[in-house]
Every structure is written in C-alpha cells, then in structure tokens.
C-alpha cells in the first residue's frame, strides 16, 4: 500500500531564512510526487510535481522540491521564507500504475517577521 | 467552469437530519476525489471516482456515507442522520490526464 510521510507537524522559521518541509513516501513503481498549500479557510492549491526528469522541480512562489529516490524523500524547500508563506503544507503520492493519490499528514508552516 | 466548484460553502445543520453536498469537476476531468479536514487537519480520503469504473468506497467512515457521480460529471456526498462528528470541511478534487488533481474551496458542514 502506498504511504506519505510527513515527519514534522509544523516548522518554524524566520522570514529571509531557507526552509524546508520533510517528505518522504512508499510507493511501488515510479512515484509520481506532489506538493500542495491550504491557506486558513481555503482549499489546496497545487504547487509542484515530480514525474519524471530532473530531480530539483521549482514550483509556483519560489518553492522548489528534490526527488531523492535513494532516501524515497521529496523535499519543499524555499530559498528565503516569507510570511505570507506560513499556511499548512501537504505531500501526496501516486504511482504510474494510476493508483490514488496518497496524501501526507500535513505540516504546518509558520514564517516569523 | 475554470475549477472545481462545490456547493454549498457552508452548511449548518441539525444533528439526525441528512445533508448533500456537491461537487462540479473540471470540465473533461475523469478522476474525482472526495475528503474531508476536520479543524486544519490531515485529509481523509473517503471516496475516488474514475471514469467508468467502479469507485473505490473504502475511506467512507460509516453506511451513513455515500456518493454518487451521475454522466461522469457532477457527484453529491450524501450523509444520513448527521451526527457532531461529522462537523468538517468536505473537500472535493478531480483530475484530468496529467496527473495533477485540483482542489475546490471546500463545503464546511458544521452539525449542531
């Protein structure tokens, strides 16, 4: 069965600083991976994908993500956090047999001024 | 319609009575999703739509649950003898050919 994971259940970091929200996943087969924001009181807004290529996939916001087949990780991380960037982050996972997107637990993000 | 659209956005109602809750994919969009979020939390998967197959039921929490999904288009999450438990966001996706699922605004059921 496939699983995400989403060790930490929230990350605090300063505004200017890098971050970086931990995934790592159990799929059979290729992976395909994804990252999603929610905002207070909207849905999921899609942010990145891996498929298949290069392993550093940017994304909407700066975000960027690294596929590590070796570690099964798959990585946010953003250069220079903002405050505008705090809101609750979500991994999912699929494999290319079309099976159903596997989402993570969810991390929430705070940016501090 | 540009995204996925549900309604209604809220929702309060009374605890035993049955509610319905509906979602309009993408346009094309063959794959829908159905979860729910209760207060910031995790999804709960409930149940996955594809094309013509048969769904896959196997998150819905109780037989209080069901949905449906009529011409491939347009699908309602039913819920039966409402109970406080079940106070969430319900949250539908669909998708389309390339992998990416895209998420509506959501339908906050509050049971009181």
């Known amino acids: 069965a496939q699983s995400v994971a989403q060790p930490e259940d929230q990350v605090n970091v300063a505004e200017g600083n890098p971050l970086t929200v931990k995934c790592t996943y159990s799929?059979?087969?290729?992976?395909?991976l994804f990252w999603y924001v929610q905002y207070p009181n909207r849905g999921l807004q899609f942010l990145l994908k891996?498929?298949?290529?290069?392993?550093l996939v940017k994304g909407s916001y700066g975000f960027e993500a690294e596929f590590n087949k070796s570690q099964t990780s798959f990585h946010l991380k953003k250069p220079s956090a903002l405050v505008s960037d705090s809101a609750l982050y979500f991994c999912?996972?699929?494999?290319?047999?079309?099976?159903?997107?596997?989402f993570g637990g969810g991390t929430r993000l705070m940016v501090k001024p | 319609g540009a995204g996925v659209s549900q309604s209604p956005s809220n929702k309060v109602t009374e605890k035993g009575k049955d509610v319905e809750l509906r979602c309009d994919p993408i346009?094309?969009?063959?794959?829908l999703y159905w979860y729910r979020q209760s207060l910031g939390q995790g999804l709960e998967f409930l149940i996955y739509?594809?094309?013509?197959?048969?769904?896959?039921k196997s998150g819905l929490p109780s037989d209080r649950f069901s949905a449906e999904r009529t011409g491939g288009s347009v699908s309602t999450l039913t819920i039966q003898r409402t109970q406080q438990e079940d106070s969430a966001v319900y949250l539908c996706?669909?998708?389309?050919?390339?992998?990416?699922?895209?998420f509506g605004e959501g339908s906050w059921l509050t049971v009181v």
């Open positions: 996706a669909s998708s389309g050919g390339v992998n990416t699922i895209y």
């Open positions: 799929v059979s087969g290729n992976p395909y």
């Open positions: 891996y498929i298949t290529g290069d392993n």
């Open positions: 999912a996972a699929e494999n290319n047999a079309g099976n159903m997107l596997t």
């Open positions: 346009s094309g969009h063959t794959a």
């Open positions: 739509f594809q094309g013509n197959s048969a769904p896959d």
